[in-house]
C-alpha cells in the first residue's frame, strides 16, 4: 500500500533555531517527492520538488534530502522565523508526473518568540 | 501570474441548496485539480482534468460535478451536500498532469460549511 509518514507529528522551537522534519514513504513506482508549506485555512504552497537522481536541494532557509534507497526525505529549516509556523506536508509521486499523489499527514510547526 | 484564484473564500450552503465554487489560473497551465481537506487531514483529490477533459475521478459522490468551461476555468457544482462534506476545497494547477514533475500551484481554497 502507498504510504508517506511523517515526524514529528508536531514541533516546536525557538525562533532562530533549526529543525528537521522527516519524511518515510513506500511508494512504488517512485517518480517525485515534494514538500508543500501550508499555513492553516490556506492552500498548499510548493517548497521543493525532487526526482529520483535529486539528493539535495533549497529553497532559501529550507533544505530538502532525499534518500531513495531508503525512502527518506527531510526538510531542514535553518534559522527559524514566526513565519514559518505551518504545516509541512511530505507528497510523493506515485507513477509519471504529477498524478497520483500520495500526502503525509503533515507535521505541524509552531516558531514561538 | 503563478496565481491561482478562487471564490468565493467562505460558503455556507443548506443541503438543498445548489451552489458552484470557481477557480482561475492564467499561468497557460493544462491541468487542473478539485482536492477536498478536513481540519488537520491532507488534502484529498477529488478530480483531475487535463487539457480541459476530466481525466480523473477518485470515486467521488454525484453531488460533486466538477466543469472545466476552458483551459483557465474550473468549476465544482455542489448540490444537495451533506453536513459531512464541510471541507476546505482547494484548486490547483500544473503544466501537465502526466509527464514530468512540474510543480503544482494551490489557490487559497473556499471554506464550505453545510448546515
Known amino acids: 500500500k502507498n504510504q508517506v509518514e511523517q515526524s514529528p507529528q508536531s514541533l516546536i522551537i525557538l525562533e532562530g533555531k533549526n529543525c528537521t522534519l522527516q519524511?518515510?514513504?513506500?511508494?512504488?513506482?517512485?517518480?517525485?517527492l515534494r514538500w508543500y508549506k501550508q499555513d492553516t485555512g490556506r492552500g498548499p504552497v510548493s517548497l521543493t520538488i525532487m526526482t529520483f537522481s535529486e539528493n539535495t536541494k533549497s529553497n532559501g532557509r529550507y533544505t530538502a534530502t532525499l534518500d531513495a534507497d531508503t525512502k527518506q526525505s527531510s526538510l531542514h529549516i535553518t534559522a527559524s522565523q514566526l513565519s514559518d509556523s505551518a504545516s509541512y506536508i511530505c507528497v510523493v509521486s506515485a507513477g509519471s508526473g504529477n498524478t497520483p499523489l500520495v500526502f503525509g499527514k503533515g507535521t505541524r510547526l509552531s516558531v514561538i518568540a | 501570474d503563478t496565481e491561482v484564484t478562487q471564490t468565493p473564500k467562505h460558503l455556507v450552503m443548506g443541503m438543498t441548496n445548489k451552489k458552484s465554487l470557481k477557480c482561475e489560473q492564467h499561468?497557460?497551465?493544462?491541468?487542473m485539480y478539485w482536492y477536498k481537506q478536513k481540519a488537520k487531514k491532507p488534502p484529498e483529490l477529488m478530480f483531475v482534468y487535463s487539457y480541459e477533459k476530466l481525466s480523473i475521478n477518485e470515486s467521488v459522490p454525484s453531488r460533486f460535478s466538477p466543469e472545466c468551461p476552458n483551459s483557465s476555468l474550473l468549476n465544482l457544482h455542489l448540490h444537495a451536500l451533506q453536513p459531512e462534506d464541510s471541507a476546505l476545497y482547494l484548486c490547483?494547477?500544473?503544466?501537465?498532469?502526466?509527464?514530468?514533475?512540474?510543480?503544482?500551484?494551490f489557490g487559497p481554497g473556499t471554506r464550505l460549511t453545510v448546515t
Open positions: 499561468m497557460g497551465h493544462r491541468a
Open positions: 490547483a494547477s500544473s503544466q501537465d498532469a502526466l509527464r514530468l514533475p512540474y510543480e503544482q500551484y
Open positions: 519524511c518515510n514513504y513506500t511508494v512504488s513506482p517512485f517518480s517525485n
